[in-house]
């Protein structure tokens, strides 16, 4: 990880500027896919297994961005959650490790893997088990890409209202992401 | 689902932070000090002779704050992700290792056949029980802000939660509390909050798992 470069646009992510939060999600994503891909191959886990880890911690980064001191080093705060995420995987799926059926792992499937793999969870399903309030404001804010006031008035909700719907719309699904990948 | 597509709804209208993390904790803190406070002279009333007796209440205070001020500012270190590369642990049980001294200087300058009316007296188990009660509060609500605030080594962050409520119960407690013997007082305080700081240790990974 490059602080230099990361560092700024975890800043001006943190004024709130979409595009810069992009990239850094995007450039953390590499970075946790290696980290991830790393330590559960060893273990003999899947890739898509990898995946989920890799968006529960860019979730967990991006739900917990306030936490980040800008006074400090990122690549730390970072690494910290990264680890964290891992650790907690490993504690709460030891269980299943016995599930995994080594003739089920196409080495093919494995090692062509790139960037594009997809992770086991179903983002739609997990939308669809939110109380509807936090489900329209997530829907419109964050997938159809509508403005806090656009939506506030089409679905006549306070700008307040729909702020807060989508913060705790994200961290349900925050949530049912750390228990999805579990099931 | 494609990361790519977690990074496109998340960076979509990307709310600025308004809050940075940390001023939460000062506030639990400060009013954690403020409940065992009231909640000592509500219940168990100020203790009576309080001009005679105010040196004793004074160095119960004085024993605490300097326990307490270090393991808030530990605290707030070791609540963020990554925080536990920045805090040293050893510094921190410097002042409680000077309780314990005291409490040993305190008896070797008693004679040993007084030894149990100066650390047994006649309220170590009010204290003993007290003290840890009145933290449950301030606990909670302490792990409640550590936890929004992400901390990566949960048995240590705990820990130190439980030192910090054991401190301001102890604060809260001082108040009723009747005992004028400096031996008592810094066993029994210091017992006490070490038994938070296991107690928050042992419960930490389960309460403060994010």
């Known amino acids: 990880m490059v602080e230099d470069e990361l560092k700024p646009l975890m800043l001006a992510s943190l004024r709130g500027e979409a595009a810069a939060h992009r990239e850094l999600l995007s450039r953390l ?25 890799v968006q529960e911690a860019l979730m967990a980064i991006h739900m917990r961005r306030h936490t980040y001191d800008p006074a400090q080093l990122l690549t730390p705060w970072v690494r910290a959650i990264a680890r964290y995420k891992l650790i907690d995987h490993l504690r709460h799926t030891r269980g299943s490790m016995s599930d995994v059926r ?10 062509d893997a790139a960037a594009g793999v997809e992770s086991s969870i179903d983002l739609s399903r ?37 702020k807060v ?16 990948k579990l099931s | 689902m494609k990361t790519d597509d977690l990074i496109a709804m998340l960076g979509t209208n990307v709310e600025p932070v308004r809050r940075p993390a940390g001023r939460t904790l000062v506030l639990v803190i400060a009013g954690g000090v403020l409940l065992a406070a009231c909640l000592v002279l509500a219940v168990m009333g100020l203790r009576p002779e309080l001009d005679r007796s105010l040196p004793y209440l004074l160095l119960k205070i004085g024993l605490m704050l300097p326990i307490l001020i270090p393991a808030s500012i530990v605290l707030s270190r070791l609540a963020r992700p990554g925080g536990e590369r920045r805090v040293s642990l050893a510094l921190l049980s410097l ?32 204290c003993l029980v007290s003290i840890p009660v009145i933290a449950i509060v301030p606990f909670a609500t302490i792990i409640w802000a550590v936890r929004r605030m992400a901390p990566t080594d949960l048995v240590r962050a705990g820990a130190v ?33 070490v038994l938070c700081t296991l107690a928050g240790a042992l419960l930490g990974p389960r309460l403060l798992r994010w």
């Open chain 2, 95 to 126: 002042p409680l290792l000077a309780v314990m001294g005291l409490a040993i200087g305190a008896l070797s300058l008693t004679p040993m056949s007084h030894w149990r009316t100066e650390i047994v007296g006649d309220e170590w188990i009010e």
């Open chain 2, 161 to 193: 939660s439980g030192l910090v409520a054991g401190c301001v119960s102890a604060m809260g407690y001082a108040l009723h509390c009747a005992a004028e013997s400096v031996a008592f007082i810094s066993v029994w305080y210091g017992g006490t909050v």
């Open chain 1, 126 to 162: 997990l939308m669809a088990g939110l109380p509807e309030k936090m489900r329209t404001a997530v829907q419109a804010v964050k997938l159809d890409g509508l403005s806090v006031a656009e939506t506030a008035t089409k679905f006549k909700m306070s700008e307040s209202s729909v």
């Open chain 1, 29 to 53: 994503s590499g970075n946790l896919r290696v980290y991830y891909r790393g330590k559960l191959a060893r273990i003999g886990r899947s890739a898509t297994e990898a995946e989920d880890l």
């Open chain 1, 102 to 111: 080594i003739d089920g792992i196409d080495p093919l499937v494995e090692e």
């Open chain 1, 165 to 180: 719907s989508v913060h705790r719309g994200l961290k349900a699904l925050a949530a049912m992401i750390g228990r999805e």
